[in-house]
């Protein structure tokens, strides 16, 4: 079986450009899970890689597939300068090694929340995961493999976060586009949800 990874890494380099830093963290019992981070203009750009190594598998699954389910990788998009949201790495590695340790599927419309805010002082603890295909375009593979999707992470506050468990994350997407939301400014606050 062909190693996905470097694939996936040449996918992100077309899509973003070359990567200025990258980091790895590996979990005790995971794969090493690598952020890449992308600059484009006054735009940074976060993305996970080493999550796709492995397909995602049901949890109710008695045994784990390790050729076909669905694989993914995490991009976050957030205005650079306005805070220290280097100190993402670690939470996004943490999201990306979830299927790993927690035996979850990561797919569109799932809230993943790391307990804490994503980089000191932001109002953020969670992100909503956002449909791919717009910015880096599904990787595929030679079967019976499944193509790797690159998933937007779109950050909530801890009150959106609980509205969109309410009302789901369609209603909540359609709020912020509403709002005019600059779902890229580090320090937002939160939409009006009443």
């Known amino acids: 079986m062909a190693d996905v990874l470097p694939l996936v890494e040449a996918r992100l380099r077309t899509a973003l450009g070359e990567p200025d830093a990258r980091a790895a963290v590996t979990f005790l019992g995971t794969d090493r899970i ?3 981070r992308f600059h484009e203009g006054d735009i940074v750009r976060y993305a996970t890689l080493g999550m796709s190594a492995q397909p995602m598998t049901d949890p109710a699954a ?64 969670s992100v909503l995961v956002a449909e791919p295909g717009g910015l880096v375009e599904d990787l595929e593979l030679d079967g019976p493999l499944d193509p790797v999707r690159f998933l937007p992470l779109l950050p909530m506050t801890p009150n959106e976060a609980a509205w969109k468990r309410v009302h789901g994350a369609q209603a909540l997407q359609e709020r912020w586009l509403d709002q005019g939301t600059d779902l890229r400014d580090p320090s937002r606050g939160s939409v009006p949800l009443e």
């Open 34 to 36: 690598e952020v890449l």
């Open 62 to 125: 008695v045994i784990a597939d390790p050729v076909e389910g669905p694989r993914v990788e995490l991009v976050l998009s957030v205005r650079g300068g306005v805070a220290d949201t280097d100190k993402v790495l670690r939470p996004l590695a943490v999201l990306a090694a979830s299927p790993q340790v927690e035996g979850v599927v990561v797919a569109p419309g799932a809230s993943l929340d790391v307990g804490e805010p994503l980089w000191p002082g932001a109002p953020f603890t």
